[in-house]
Each structure stands twice: as C-alpha cells, then as structure tokens.
C-alpha cells in the first residue's frame, strides 16, 4: 500500500477490477504467477512431452522447445481446473477423531509425565485435557496405568 501511495479504498477498486478483467489478485505475489506459469505445465506434462522437451533442449532446437512449453501451457488451466475442481466440488470425507495423550517419552527421559513434545511446547501435567465426549478416555494417564475391565452384563 505504501509502495503504491493509493489508500486502502483504491487498492480495493483496482484488486476487484483487476480479478473481473484478468483474473488476478494483486493481493498475491507476483512470484506466485510467475512460478505458476513456469512450473505448472510442466508439472502436468505427460512423460513422453518431458522427454520431448529434454531432447529439444539438449538438441538445442528452441523452436521445438517453445512450441512443447506453449502446447503445456494452453492445456495446463483446463487439465488443473478438472483436477482442482474435482476436489474441491466433492464432499468432504469424515476422519475419525483421535485426541493425543500426555505421556512419558523414552526421547525426554527426564520428564516423567509429559512428551518431549508437550514439555517443549510448555503443555503442563496440570493442563485440562480436550473434552471429546468422555472425561476418562481424554484424561492424562501416568506411566503403568491399566484400563479396568469392564463388569460382565448381567
């Protein structure tokens, strides 16, 4: 903004009339583009077109090597778009919830109730522990602790 010498309210213009006439956000870098431009086609080339460009290249036939990065980059934003598309459009999977333990750690020998991790991280023994629906299954355990059985139905 500083560098511009616009306000916040003329950058705001120009980033909305930049994104409906070029589709870019001059809210992103510009490396960004330019290394999506770059790398992106070649990212997505089939292994006969690298091979291809290889052999351009080391022959030193720059016609052939534009016209092998021209023909990636015409079909890189349709072939990315199919693909991010597809992930972005599905329905998100469900992952189960796992809640991490307080332990001992054979990496912190010193520490008898925590990990390394939660010692480095300032996590303390006294923490209160997530609540996932059940206290016991989220409470610290010290070491040699053993779940009881539970009773036979009767």
């Not at 990990?115 to 355990?141: D, E, F, N, W, Y």
């Amino acid at each position: 903004m500083e560098a511009s010498g616009c306000g916040k309210n003329v950058l705001y213009g120009l980033r909305r009339k930049w994104l409906s006439k070029f589709e870019i956000d001059i809210a992103v870098p510009y490396v960004f583009f330019r290394d999506l431009e770059i790398l992106g086609p070649n990212s997505f080339a089939t292994p006969e077109s690298r091979d291809a460009l290889f052999t351009a290249l080391g022959a030193g036939n720059g016609d052939e090597t534009v016209r092998l990065l021209r023909e990636a980059a015409d079909s890189f934003f349709a072939r990315m778009s199919e693909l991010v598309g597809t992930a972005v459009t599905s329905a998100p999977t469900p992952l189960p919830l796992k809640v991490a333990r307080l332990a001992a750690s054979p990496a912190s020998p010193g520490i008898k109730t925590t990990s390394a991790i939660a010692a480095r991280t300032a996590v303390v023994r006294s923490a209160k522990p997530l609540r996932t629906g059940s206290i016991k299954q989220s409470r610290p355990r010290g070491p040699g602790h053993r779940l009881k059985p539970k009773p036979p139905a009767r």
